[in-house]
């Protein structure tokens, strides 16, 4: 689905992952449902993370861009930063989500840009704002993370 890309990370975070024999790419990806609505992620740390999807496939039945496919881009990139934020000993789960949708698009790509409102110990908030190919914005949203330990194992490792 898609060509495949190298997404950036910061050169620190991947030695970080790499050190634990963690493929980062894999582990910080889309997944199957945002595989499937072809989302790439293009960029990503705690600070900023950008991703992109195709408009054509991720449509209602009036043509335009599906509100639950914004949902997905935006729950995506907000995910990724957060867990970006909570780094190798916490997993990010989001508890809270709300998207305004400002105008409808009907072709191209839509792009999408989150960056931290709140990053604490416990919980990530990313807004999370999708343009279209104009650079007109089509969706704002928010996304509030909760972090929680990564499961240890009997043995003790994560």
Do not use: W
Not at 27 to 45: H, K, N, P, V
Not at 54 to 74: D, I, R
Not at 78 to 98: E, F, P, Q, R, Y
Not at 119 to 137: F, H, L, M, P
């Amino acid at each position: 689905m898609g060509e495949q890309h190298a997404v950036k990370f910061p050169q620190e975070v991947l030695d970080e992952y790499t050190a634990l024999g963690i493929d980062l790419p894999a582990l910080f990806s889309a997944g199957a449902l945002g595989e499937r609505m072809e989302i790439q992620i293009l960029e990503a740390s705690s600070d900023r993370v950008v991703g992109t999807m195709p408009v054509k496939g991720n449509t209602q039945p009036y043509g335009l861009l599906h509100g639950g496919a914004s949902a997905v881009l935006a729950e995506t990139l907000g995910s990724v930063g957060a867990m970006m934020h909570g780094g190798i000993t916490k997993v990010a789960v989001g508890v809270d989500l709300n998207c305004t949708h400002h105008r409808g698009a009907r072709s191209g790509l839509v792009t999408g840009v989150a960056t931290p409102v709140h990053r604490g110990r416990s919980t990530t908030t990313y807004e999370i704002v999708i343009t279209d190919d104009q650079d007109r914005r089509v969706c704002t949203a928010r996304l509030t993370c909760l972090l929680r330990d990564v499961p240890t194992t009997a043995a003790g490792e994560a």
